[in-house]
């Protein structure tokens, strides 16, 4: 079955410090893949996806993922975070031509001082 | 820009009560989903509709019913509140795929509280 798999529920960092959260997929051919951030009380927000070609995405707000196929992951960076990144995180998938999004199950930020 | 609203971010109901989620969306397009999101368990497609009066079953319909009479309105419907329904409610659309490869636009949502 299609499956989007984030293991980290929870993680800190410091404010300034480098970030990534995980994101392991299973799906028989290559998904479109995206990153989803939530700020505290609000909807979803798209930064990044990726469909093909460079497998290093850049999104909004400094975020970058990079797509490996041999390791079925599509990971989530930023090099110094701030304050302001502190939100829930969800990676997603699908199949070209399902209309429909399979979600992980999330990875909430929190930063410190 | 591109957006998406719901009728209601707060809401509150009792057992028993026959309760209605109202989504709208400007930018014309053909999909329309309702999500539950509950800690732990992220997003969970209720219902997704791909046309006015379409619609197909998502991960976990029971308990619920939608209505599409028009493309820019999707509506999600309680028929008989339960406790276990107080969640957050995500309303997303997006283009025929192919078009735009599924990216989903997302509504600020709807807390529900039944009591």
């Known amino acids: 079955a299609q499956s989007v798999t984030q293991p980290d529920i929870h993680i800190t960092v410091s404010e300034g410090a480098s970030l990534e959260l995980r994101c392991n997929y299973s799906y028989g051919a290559t998904p479109y893949l995206f990153w989803y951030v939530q700020s505290p009380g609000q909807g979803l927000q798209l930064l990044l996806k990726y469909f093909s070609g460079d497998t290093l995405v850049q999104g909004i707000k400094g975020f970058e993922a990079e797509f490996k196929r041999s390791q079925s992951s599509f990971n989530l960076r930023k090099p110094s975070v701030h304050w302001s990144d502190a939100a829930e995180y969800f990676c997603?998938?699908?199949?070209?031509?399902?209309?429909?999004?399979?979600f992980g199950t999330g990875t909430r930020l929190t930063i410190i001082p | 820009d591109v957006k998406v609203t719901q009728s209601s971010r707060y809401l509150v109901k009792r057992t028993g009560e026959k309760v209605f989620l109202e989504c709208v969306q400007d930018?014309?397009?053909?999909?329309m989903f309702w999500y539950r999101q509950d800690p732990g368990l992220g997003l969970r497609l209720i219902y997704f509709s791909y046309d006015v009066k379409m619609k197909e079953k998502g991960d976990i319909p029971e308990g619920y019913s939608v209505s599409r009479e028009k493309k820019e309105r999707f509506s999600l419907i309680l028929e008989s509140a339960s406790t276990n329904q107080t969640s957050m409610y995500l309303c997303?659309?997006?283009?025929?795929?192919?078009?735009?490869?599924?990216?989903?636009?997302f509504g600020p949502g709807t807390r529900l509280t039944v009591l």
């Open positions: 930018m014309d397009h053909e999909n």
């Open positions: 997603a998938g699908a199949n070209f031509g399902n209309e429909k999004l399979t």
């Open positions: 997303a659309s997006s283009p025929l795929s192919g078009s735009s490869y599924n990216e989903q636009f």
